[in-house]
C-alpha cells in the first residue's frame, strides 16, 4: 500500500526556515517522480519543486529558496524552505508519480506570521 506522509510544518516568523519532510512507504522512492506542492487558503494548488534522476526543478516563486532532495536509502523527500514570506503560507503536499499513477500525502501546514 502505497502511503506518504508528510512532516515539518509550523508556524514560524518571515525569514525563518523550515525543513519539511515527506515519508514514503510501498512502493521504490528512487524509481519515482517525487514533487511538493501547495495550496493557499482560496486558491489551487500550485507545484513548487520537483526532483527526479535529472536533478530538481523548481517554481519561479521559490528559486533560490527552497531545496529539493532525496535519501532513498531512507525513503524520505526534502522541502528545505529558506527566507520564509508570508505568501508562502500554505499546506503543503507530496506526491509520489510512477507507473503512470499520482499519489499523495496528506498535507503539513506552513505558516508565516509575525
Known amino acids: 500500500q502505497v502511503q506518504l506522509v508528510e512532516s515539518g510544518g509550523g508556524l514560524v516568523q518571515p525569514g525563518g526556515s523550515l525543513r519539511l519532510s515527506c515519508a514514503a512507504s510501498?512502493?521504490?522512492?528512487?524509481?519515482?517522480?517525487m514533487s511538493w506542492y501547495r495550496q493557499a487558503p482560496g486558491k489551487e494548488r500550485e507545484l513548487v519543486a520537483t526532483?527526479?534522476?535529472?536533478?530538481?526543478v523548481y517554481a519561479d516563486s521559490v528559486k533560490g529558496r527552497f531545496t529539493i532532495s532525496r535519501d532513498n536509502a531512507k525513503n524520505t523527500v526534502y522541502l528545505q524552505i529558506n527566507s520564509l514570506k508570508p505568501e508562502d503560507t500554505a499546506v503543503y503536499y507530496c506526491?509520489?508519480?510512477?507507473?503512470?499513477?499520482?499519489?499523495w500525502g496528506q498535507g503539513t501546514q506552513v505558516t508565516v506570521s509575525s
Open positions: 506526491k509520489a508519480r510512477f507507473s503512470f499513477h499520482d499519489y
Open positions: 510501498g512502493f521504490t522512492l528512487s524509481s519515482s517522480v
Open positions: 526532483i527526479s534522476t535529472l536533478g530538481g
